[in-house]
């Protein structure tokens, strides 16, 4: 939540890192929280509509006075506080690391030894993209200085500098700072690192990569009113065992859906929805479909769910309106599914409505005069007159929308229609005509217009609809359209006129688009079950593909080419499941491909290098062995993060990846980031392949969406045998020899049995881990 003096609304922001250990031959560890420097790359959750990123709130007069990045690598579980917003201080703005050595010598006299050797990820000061860095060492009142680097955010000094530690007091720490060289104005801070020589005399030496933090921040004028801004954070560190120790659970959740069942296996889905905390329902709903979306059983557990949920209904005006594990899993589902439908039935209106820019506004107490312009001869609008070229706007918008969608039952999902198909025979069953007679209708736009089509017109960038959030104006549009098709969506327009009266001139657009929306439900429910077969194949390969296409500048070089001066060409990019091809049109019969498997690397470059600050590279091996790199210049950082998250993720089980690269090009006779001459050095910065954003199209990872739900259930075990004690009738605790009550007793302790299984295995694990971790701390010993 933001809060402060100009009474912004509530905002909760959960940021949430998850680092993920599989437990292969080949141990990795991918820590999320190592990604792009800065917090506007930090994505966060905002319930219902998914994710947004802190950008939307980036000032550039405020920033975050502390970002606990220490405290981040300590967190074991949830980190929660309030941080003041202060003023900018361009000392206090550093990022980047830098590779240090630090040694004590001989015995009399003393020498304290640091060497510089480089660092990487520096800060960009200057306007050509970079920084010109040299370090400044200081110890017991005495200075040294390195050389500058020109031009470099990854500069490398290897220089040496000495002290006498004999004169110097037990508590005087080594100070390494860097700063940007500047010929007239003051250099620029970049950062520095402090050291404890009295620790360090003990252990005689110390190398590594030190992260730069800021000078000691100075009390601000401003400090305490500007407002706060609280956090919650959750480190996560999931160990992803091998897929045949999931298998069992995977078998056990599969069955409690499957098309076989009696009446009793379902009891294992009615343990999970009685026990989910509603903290973590989300979650849970978007792993379990993602496991059954893998199987092929999706609709048959949405089938199952929706079940459950009209057997605890008895008010069908409450239907699917609260936050069940039934209504996030539906919500999950669509989003994962129906992604690409969304965007060409919102695509064409939601792009007019940002072209155009009309000031739209019904509401008289919220009508500026002012804003809406003249009519003519310096004549300024009367309110009336606006309210009358709004509704009339709104109507124009309205009457688009309900005809596209009308139109899109034609290419509507099969998966969407399915699902759609068992929500309105479920509840046409438990509420029957003719007492009943729109909540089945209700119960399918519920989901459509309020949970999907609706959160998609007010936030279009969260659904990816646009690359930015909406101006003031064109978002009171959307506001307005998404009240409309609400209301819709409630099939009752004399609630919402009662409650807003300046919506009555929407009314006969409203009771129209009722008539259509029933009509094209009606239409959207009767599609053929024999496509079932096909369905469980779309649904693989629309979560599992990670496509994404677009036109975008791209540059292709091999390692004997040079850079020409202008690079770039359109070409039209296209990514699947297993190529990345791209040509100079959309349908052109020529075109170049990368093999996913041959990629090696998907990084950034720095803005230097072409003038751009949304410059991507792409590493890939060719078949003779030698190093190919394709570049991609993006329209946007929007975009940028986008691709580079799409292609990690499509790349996420290659083998043959790069645990370094060059941020910068070779060009000339060395490389512009570190200024190394070897062209085939590995590189002066890490690679991020774990740094990616969460989607809802992510590709499935049924390993780890098996871990997650492992996780979730040890977690509520107890919960849920008791929650079975009680579920369990006196009779049939009683009479046990029954067939009936054996399967159902057999299916929940095959489930406490596996999660039993699995927690072992996760022990062993650890156990191994820590002997590891025993013997590497023996071996430096000796």
């Known amino acids: 939540m933001i809060r402060g003096k100009n009474n912004i609304d509530d905002v ?94 001989g015995d009399i006299p003393r020498i304290l030894r640091c060497q510089v050797l480089e660092a990487r990820d520096l800060a960009k000061k200057d306007r050509n993209g970079a920084s010109d860095p040299f370090v400044r060492v ?15 955010c990854y500069p490398r000094w290897n220089e040496s500098f000495e002290f006498e530690l004999d004169d110097a007091p037990l508590d005087t720490p080594l100070s390494v700072e860097v700063w940007d060289w500047d010929l007239v104005s003051k250099n620029d801070f970049l950062g520095k690192v402090l050291f404890n020589i009295h620790r360090l005399q003990s252990a005689h030496q110390e190398e590594g990569w030190f992260r730069l933090v800021p000078d000691k921040p100075k009390h601000s004028q401003h400090e305490g009113t500007l407002g706060s801004l609280r956090l919650q954070l959750r480190l996560r560190d999931e160990t992803v065992l091998p897929s045949g120790h999931y298998q069992p659970l995977t ?27 509603a903290e973590s329902r989300q979650e849970v709903a978007s792993n379990l479909v993602k496991l059954f979306l893998g199987q092929g059983l999706a609709k048959e557990f949405l089938d199952v769910l929706f079940k459950l949920e009209l057997d605890k209904t008895s008010e069908p005006n409450t239907l699917f309106r609260s936050n069940s594990l039934a209504s996030k899993s539906m919500e999950s589902f669509l989003k994962v599914a129906g992604m690409q439908y969304l965007h060409r039935l919102l695509g064409p209106l939601i792009n007019r409505i ?212 202008s690079p770039f060409k359109k070409y039209y990019v296209s990514l699947n499941k297993d190529t ?73 089980h290659n083998t043959d990846t790069l645990s370094s690269y060059h941020p910068g090009i070779y060009k000339g006779d060395r490389w512009s980031c570190c200024h190394q001459k070897d062209k085939a050095d590995p590189g002066c910065d890490k690679t991020k392949h774990g740094v990616t954003l969460q989607e809802w199209y992510d590709p499935l990872d049924p390993d780890l969406e098996s871990q997650l739900i492992y996780r979730h259930l040890i977690g509520v075990r107890q919960a849920m045998r008791k929650k079975y004690q009680e579920m369990i009738k006196p009779e049939e605790e009683d009479d046990r020899e029954t067939f009936e009550g054996e399967k159902k007793l057999d299916g929940v302790t095959r489930l406490f049995s596996v999660l039993q299984d699995l927690q072992n295995s996760h022990t062993a694990v650890e156990e191994e881990e820590r002997l590891k971790s025993r013997n590497f701390l023996l071996e430096l010993q000796t």
């Not at 017991?140 to 470099?152: D, L």
């Not at 209700?442 to 949970?451: D, G, M, N, P, Y």
């Open 354 to 565: 940002f072209e155009e820019k009309k000031y739209v506004e019904l509401d008289p107490n919220k009508v500026e005069l002012k804003e809406a312009g003249c009519t003519g001869l310096h004549r300024v609008h009367t309110e009336a007159e606006v309210i009358q070229q709004s509704t009339s706007l709104l109507q124009s918008y309205l009457s688009e929308l309900l005809h596209a969608i009308v139109q899109s039952a034609s290419y509507c999902p099969v998966a969407l229609c399915q699902a759609f198909q068992q929500l309105y025979q479920c509840v046409n069953k438990r509420f029957p005509e003719p007492e009943y007679r729109k909540v089945k209708f209700i119960a399918v736009t519920s989901f459509l217009c309020l949970r999907f089509i609706s959160p998609a017109i007010m936030s279009p960038k969260l659904f990816h609809l646009r690359e930015k959030h909406a101006d003031a104006r064109t978002s009171r549009t959307l506001l307005l359209l998404a009240k409309a098709i609400q209301t819709i969506g409630n099939l009752d327009t004399l609630t919402c006129c009662s409650k807003e009266p300046w919506m009555v001139p929407l009314q006969p657009a409203i009771q129209l688009g009722i008539t259509q929306l029933k009509d094209f439900i009606i239409r959207l429910v009767s599609c053929d079950n024999s496509e079932d077969l096909g369905l469980q194949q779309r649904m693989s390969l629309q979560c599992g593909s990670m496509e994404k296409e677009g036109f975008i500048l791209l540059h292709r070089t091999k390692d004997k080419s040079m850079l020409m001066t």
């Open 580 to 652: 990345l091809s791209y040509a100079r049109t959309q349908h052109s019969k020529k075109s170049s491909f990368i093999s996913l498997p041959r990629i090696r690397a998907v990084e950034k470059v720095e803005e230097k290098s072409f003038g751009s600050a949304n410059v991507m590279q792409i590493i890939s091996s060719r078949d003779n062995g030698l190093v190919e790199k394709l570049y991609l210049d993006c329209k946007s950082v929007n975009e940028l993060n986008q691709w580079l998250s799409a292609l990690r993720k499509a790349c996420s």
């Open 251 to 277: 078998e056990l959740l599969c069955q409690s859906v499957g098309p076989h069942l009696n009446g009793n296996w379902p009891d294992l889905i009615m343990l999970v929805d009685e026990t989910t905390t």
């Open 12 to 105: 909760c922001l959960c940021v949430q890192y998850t680092a993920v250990r599989r437990e292969t031959p080949k141990f990795c560890l991918t820590a999320v929280f190592e990604e792009e420097q800065s917090a506007r790359n930090i994505t966060a959750e905002s319930s219902p509509f998914g994710r947004w990123d802190l950008e939307k709130w980036q000032s550039e007069t405020l920033y975050l006075s502390e970002l606990w990045r220490g405290k981040i690598c300590q967190l074991r579980t949830w980190l929660d506080g309030w941080v003041n917003l202060t003023e900018i201080d361009p000392d206090e703005e550093v990022q980047g690391e830098i590779h240090l050595q630090i040694s004590v010598l």
């Open 138 to 152: 200081r110890y017991n009142c005495k200075t040294h200085e390195s050389a500058v680097i020109k031009k470099s």
